[in-house]
């Protein structure tokens, strides 16, 4: 059951953020998503805790992308 963008529930109840990485960071034959367990079932709790990772992820691709290497 998809809630949000990023935030899905297993068949057990738990909540998972899930969010694409962008294409430059993809391996071939490999995920084109991180899956996090939020580790609760609690609806509003991973709410919150999937908009603060999502906050988070956005803002070290935004700096890797501005990064001189």
């Known amino acids: ?3 949000s963008c990023h ?3 297993s068949r057990h109840g738990i909540f998972y953020f899930r969010w694409p990485l962008p294409t ?3 391996q071939r034959d490999k995920s084109k998503h991180v899956k996090v367990s939020l580790r609760t079932s609690d609806r ?3 709410l919150q805790l999937s908009r603060m990772l999502d906050y ?3 803002v070290l691709i935004e700096h890797e992308g501005n990064a001189q290497w």
């Open 1 to 3: 059951m998809r809630t």
């Open 7 to 9: 935030l899905e529930q």
């Open 24 to 26: 430059h960071l993809q």
């Open 44 to 46: 509003k709790e991973a």
């Open 56 to 58: 988070h992820a956005s």
